[in-house]
């Protein structure tokens, strides 16, 4: 089959299925899914599945009955990995200098697997250009980074009695026709459930709508089948004048049995909207237990390591 290293795919959101006139954070999530799926697939030329998904900055929200346009290329390869670097584009939405606006930019992992779903070697891919090159270099450079955040994310069951920040848990069965051959559900989907989660809770926290600015670190750990039991629980950890920081841990198994596995963990960032459509101030929440003020410590690590390699990438 041919391969590709580049592939850009347009999207259109209904304004019927979004009425307050913008896209959210989830359903931009599914479609950056979607075509770094098809790279990261086409150049490996077999299945790949979701392992990591870097920062998105939601720079600009999308507006409903607009074209977008998802462009991904591959920057990187590891022995079963294909790093997909992304960017969702507004064609239509000119910025300050007359150019299409950049919505958000992130990275992708895949691993390439066979039909039993073992990770098998990928073809390498190798720069031809001095940009390429330098796409290869960041790519890399993200890589040890992703490495500090993934220890970081690690936590330990805690007692519920030792968490007093705001918290929900949604609990669900896996039905959606966005999978992966053999009926896994694809990351996408796992992204969009990971911010729904975390936009029900911080609502309920600020008591007012609310809208993701940054999304990252989510990890993959393992897949999840259609007919799974889903549970996402989403607690609030830090808040700052004006953003809410969230935990999301997303645990899957099958319906007949108790327990259930991690599949994936994220921290996103929420923050209320006023008329003007800038951020608005939120109620105050201070860790009061030892374990509170160890998930916010974890946080604020995490968006600080993140801020600080955005700014080593930028060439700072």
Request: with cysteine; charged share 25%; glycine share 8%.
């Amino acid at each position: 089959m041919p391969t590709h290293s580049s592939i850009a795919l347009q999207f259109r959101a209904e304004s019927y299925d979004h009425p307050d006139g913008t896209v959210d954070a989830g359903t931009v999530m599914t479609w950056i899914d979607k075509t770094a799926y098809a790279s990261a697939a086409s150049w490996s030329g077999t299945n790949v599945v979701s392992s990591y998904v870097g920062n998105m900055y939601f720079a600009h929200r999308v507006p409903v009955e607009t074209r977008v346009v998802v462009q991904a290329r591959v920057v990187l390869t590891g022995r079963t990995s294909v790093h997909v670097q992304t960017r969702v584009v507004l064609p239509e939405v000119k910025d300050a200098h007359g150019k299409a606006t950049v919505s958000t930019e992130c990275v992708m992992i895949y691993v390439a697997v066979d039909a039993e779903g073992n990770s098998i070697p990928v073809r390498p891919w190798a720069p031809e250009t001095p940009e390429e090159e330098e796409r290869q270099r960041l790519a890399q450079l993200r890589g040890s980074v992703r490495r500090e955040v993934e220890e970081s994310m690690v936590e330990a069951p805690m007692p519920a009695a030792d968490l007093t920040g705001e918290s929900v848990v949604l609990r669900f069965v896996a039905n959606t026709r966005e999978v992966y051959p053999g009926e896994k559900v694809q990351g996408g989907a796992v992204m969009r459930w990971i911010d729904e989660a975390a936009n029900v809770c911080a609502s309920r926290w600020s008591g007012q709508p609310v809208v993701a600015v940054f999304a990252g670190g989510v990890r993959f750990y393992r897949p999840v089948r259609v007919g799974n039991l889903v549970e996402l629980e989403a607690r609030l950890v830090h808040t700052s004048s004006r953003s809410m920081h969230l935990s999301v841990r997303a645990r899957a198994g099958d319906r007949r049995e108790r327990e259930s596995a991690l599949i994936a963990h994220g921290l996103t960032v929420m923050v209320s909207t006023g008329p003007d459509g800038r951020a608005a101030p939120v109620p105050q929440w201070s860790a009061r237990t030892e374990h509170d003020q160890d998930l916010e410590r974890r946080a604020l690590e995490l968006v600080g390591m993140r801020n600080k390699a955005a700014h080593e990438w930028a060439g700072g």
